[in-house]
Every structure is written in structure tokens, then in C-alpha cells.
């Protein structure tokens, strides 16, 4: 896997282009939004995180998914539980990831930010392979954009308290964070 800050694209992952995204506002990228999602709900490898995210969920295929149809949502990036990734939108474009949301006073932060999501849920542990591809794209963001330091590195339920809750509980961000900071000095 290696991103290309020219096209905001990495090669050698599934690219899987979602059309619920558009053009960024001027100005840096400079927040990294971390998220959980399962579809149905605490069921993975079904690939139909991939089908919400291009608008093709066939709601007959499960209850949960006629509330969630008509959402036009999506993430730059899934990291599935075997460590698998796939690409929906480029990180220079703005994908709808985060909703309502505020970061240090700023609000909109599908404006700034890149949205990843881990297949899981908030209550499971989240895979060494997910940690490790994580840490991985973290640090190849980092380095394509600058302004994405390890403080500027949050949960979604951090930039939309009371209404998201993900990553959750489960997710060890000292684990990530103590990874990221080990990956500084090389």
C-alpha cells in the first residue's frame, strides 16, 4: 500500500469509488477522523459496507438496512478485519464521513479531514491486522499531510459527542498512539 499525494489515492488496495463525496473548500487537511462500522450491525465480511457506501444496498436483504438506504454517506478509507483496505474517495476530495461536527472550535470537519473506517463495532476488539494496516496509513498520511500530528488524531464520537460513539470503547488508542509515536524515530 502506498499513497499517492498527487492523486490522494494508494496504490496496491481495492479502490472501490464512491460517488458521495466533493470537492474540499481551500485549506489544509489536517485532521484524521477514526470509525467503526459493521453492516448488518456486528457481521463482517458481507462487502456491504462497500455497497452502502456506493449507494447500492438492496434493503431487502436485511431490516437494518432499509433505516440506513437513503443515507448518502461515506470514508476515504476501510480497513476490514483481516487488515484489508479499500479506497472510496481520494483524500484531496471531501468524503461525508463525520456529519455535525466540530474539532478545537472548528465545525464541518468532512472539510479538513480524512475519514477511516475499521470494520467492527464499538464493543469488539479490533484486530492486530486492522492496528497494524492502521498505523501503516496513519504514517503514510502523516507524511503526505503535514498538519495531521498525533494530536489531530480523533475518534468520531470525539467531533460529534452525544450523537457518535465510534470507534468505542473497544479501540485501544494507547495501542495506536504508542505505534505511532515508535514509528516517529525511524
Known amino acids: ?60 436483504e436485511h431490516p437494518y438496512f432499509a433505516g440506513i438506504a437513503d443515507l448518502r454517506v461515506s470514508a476515504h478509507f476501510l480497513i476490514e478485519r483481516d487488515g484489508a483496505v479499500t479506497q472510496f474517495v481520494s483524500c484531496l476530495d471531501r468524503a461525508w464521513h463525520a456529519g455535525v461536527s466540530c474539532f478545537e472550535g472548528r465545525e464541518t470537519c468532512n472539510d479538513f479531514s480524512i475519514g477511516i473506517e475499521l470494520e467492527g463495532t464499538d464493543d469488539l476488539p479490533f484486530t492486530d491486522a486492522q492496528y497494524a494496516v492502521l498505523v501503516d496509513l496513519t504514517g503514510q498520511l502523516q507524511v503526505a499531510f503535514r498538519a495531521i500530528t498525533v494530536q489531530r488524531i480523533c475518534g468520531h464520537s470525539d467531533i460529534a459527542p ?24 525511524q
Open 1 to 60: 500500500m502506498q499513497l499517492d499525494p498527487a492523486s490522494g489515492w494508494c496504490d496496491g488496495v481495492r479502490h472501490c469509488p464512491s460517488p458521495n463525496f466533493n470537492a474540499r473548500p481551500e485549506g489544509e487537511i489536517s485532521l484524521l477522523v477514526i470509525h467503526n462500522i459493521s453492516l448488518p450491525p456486528a457481521q463482517f465480511a458481507t462487502g456491504k459496507v462497500q455497497e452502502f457506501f456506493q449507494n447500492r444496498l438492496d434493503v431487502t
Open 162 to 185: 452525544g450523537r457518535k460513539t465510534d470507534p468505542g470503547p473497544a479501540f485501544d488508542w494507547a495501542r495506536y498512539r504508542a505505534a505511532l509515536t515508535e514509528g516517529e524515530g
